[in-house]
């Protein structure tokens, strides 16, 4: 034995902490359309490049480039900005709401906007999204009532979810968007079931689910990577590796080993690393995975590169762990301003007509909220107790009634 | 649209009921959660709630009717802008109460249930020491009987529901090539194919999971464990996804799985394979529980939970796989989950107990009548929902009660059911209840150990006679 060295244990740590300057030279870039585009059927063995590039199509400019440009209409980009603006300006009004104790728990998704406004947009009305806490955008996109959104927000008596739910985790079932676990990881195993329900009935609708980078360290992702690979289930695993798990850098997943689209390797499915600022890239990407499963090729693994530009959650101060300036400085922008620069480069869009865009989200924003607020904030107005003891099973149960009584509703 | 109200039922062993009174008559306004009728039973009079709003449009069953069957229309509720001529049509349709939930059923209804009639007394087992036929109200009059293993009672139930319905398959570890780890579904592979018979990766957590997203699709996913004490891995699956997303998720998703499989003590597989739990799952609102003993409840029940849209546990014992018990012989033998099923008639105490914990209370029973102790044996077949009812009753004639089950004794199930006689049948009680369970310690391998570790008949009868006063 030549090489030994004494043994030491090694415990990564991030490229800066409060007080360095940010410095993001360790995330592996490519420029916008450098990453080649190969058929959507392609054999998963000839794909073992991929994880390591990264999807790009919106250049510095503004400018759609390469293979992966997608043919979307004015209309279409036009419906994921204004599902974005109004994510970031309902984000930012529940976050101060919060403030006030109009609610109890808050989570922004503020920078990663663009993912579920386009994945949410190009997905069919049948196919079904498994999320996190931070795809609220896929609801916007689909124009699900920010109204309700409040109540639940606001657990008041026109809650949808009734006071059972934690603020944020909201189902929305009609619109494609399944019920938010607070236990990370669970609906990727839920993804992948409900995908290889489809195949097994022969129906030409696809699942789609989500994980952090944190949450790849879970059983549950492996396992459904697992069992996506074993049956080729049509289905679209996401990870969005936004840089931060709380305080805990990607580094501690393992993200400065390797990437994280690199783990599909191992399970014999392509993986894609996409571009998570660029609203094209994410479009083009997912409608890859999508056409490969409607081919009956089975999953995809895709890592959205993106940052977590605000706190983890209300209950979270993140300038006590990372280096001031981190979100300025991150190499991929910020994904309302590069979809808004593509739209005017276009031609489809000014200065002013983004400003009137922007104004008109913030009326409507403020109008569903007071909505919501005229219903009742945090204790204000309280969903039923009735409701409390109703849906444990699927019909009443004498059990729960009898408990009901006993409180006197 | 007119709404149906239906008879409810107020407890799980109500069948039928009495319509004891209106307070509402044709032409009044309704609110929801407003009181409309009351009913009776032959163990309480309770109050019909509405659940929509409306006018009372038609009175269908008159107060004072008696064996009013549940889920039968009694009354038709007119909504908004609707006035008697959306009466015409509308009424107690033959299938009113089961088209409801014909989406979850596969088209099927439970109207079998009501053709079922009480066999006479002593025709369908003449044999003493077999179930009585009061315990088999499932069972018409003079049903052939075949000797059938729980192991072959449990894939007929399978094999019988995959056939009606392409929403059923079943998914685990071994279930397709291999015949299953304990040959459970033995053919099942041949007749339907990898499709509906799927072998599974190794990890119990990832397939419970898989399950669960299956059945929030629509399909009614059968999940093997090879045992449940591999299960455990899979835990956050059966409790946070399966039992709770309906209610979280506002009523929006429902997961109609069955987890199966056997549970409990074997033989000679030590700490970590020999674990019991029932009184784990019963735990957890959301679930349903079911711990069968014979061959006709498994099957019977197993189907039922097949059916059922909601998440179930069914847990099964190795030991029992290969007991032989009668099965009536029907094209559809389905039993209703929640009622337990007394299984010896006696009047001097009452032993209660479910899955193999059967198999010491059947033995103490038959001992202690030749010692002149008249014992009522009742098997609880279903954990969750408890029917506490037909043990109060028990325990009404009986003045005593034992519990046997081979789990652990801190909050085991006859802790549960010890506290609810006390509440509810206190003034009835001539002996503190006592609850038998496995000791307080992990399995040990050794035989002579495990057998101390383990409940037996000797521990059975010498409370029954402490609780009877006998030397």
Redesign the interface.
Known sequence: MKNTAELSLYVPEPSGRPGDEPDFSNVPLQDAGEQRCPDTLTPEIELRDMPYGLVRVLDDDGKAVGPWAPDLSTDHLMRGLDAMVRTRIFDDRMFRANRQGKTSFYMKSTGEEAIGAAQSLCLGERD?C?PTYRILSWLMARDYPMTALGNQIFSNAED???G??LPV?Y???DYGF??I?G?LG?R???????????A??HDDSI?LGYVGEGTTAE??VH??L??AG?YRAPVILCITNNQWAISSFSGIAGGNRTTFAAKALAYGIPGLRVDGNDFLAIHAATDWARERALGNKGATLIELVTYRAAAHSSSDDPTRYRPKGESEAWPLGDPVERLKQHLIQRGDLTEDGYTDLHEDCEKRVRAAIREAEAVGTLGQSKPSV?AMF??????????QIEQRRELGY | MTIEITMPALSPTMEEGNLAKWLKAVGDKIEPGEVIAEIETDKATMEVEAADEGTLGKIVVDEGTENVKVNSVIAILLEEGEDDSALEGAGPSANGAASADADDTGGKTEAASDERETPAEGKVHPEPKKPEPSSLPEVPEGTEMVQTTVREALRDAMAEEMRNDDRVFVMGEEVAEYQGAYKVTQGLLDEFGARRVVDTPITEHGFAGVGVGAAMAGLRPIVEFMTFNFAMQAIDHIINSAAKTRYMAGGEMGSPVVFRGPNGAAARVAAQHSQDYAAWYSHVPGLKVIQPYSAADAKGLLKAAIRDPNPIVFLENEILYGQSFDVPKMDDFVLPIGKARIHRSGKDVTLVSFGIGMTYAIKAADELAEMGIDAEVIDLRTIRPMDLDTVIESVKKTNRLITIEEGFPQSSVGDYIANQVQRRAFDYLDAPVISIAGKDVPMPYAANLEKLALPNVGEVIEAVKAVTYKD
């Open positions: 079904m498994f949808p979810l009734k059972r739910q985790l189902s929305a079932r399944y019920s676990s236990n669970s990727l195993g839920h993804a992948v079931g409900w995908a290889m329900a489809s097994y009935r699942a059983g549950n396992e459904a697992t069992f074993v009735k109703e849906e444990v099973f699927k019909e009443p149960d004498w059990r």
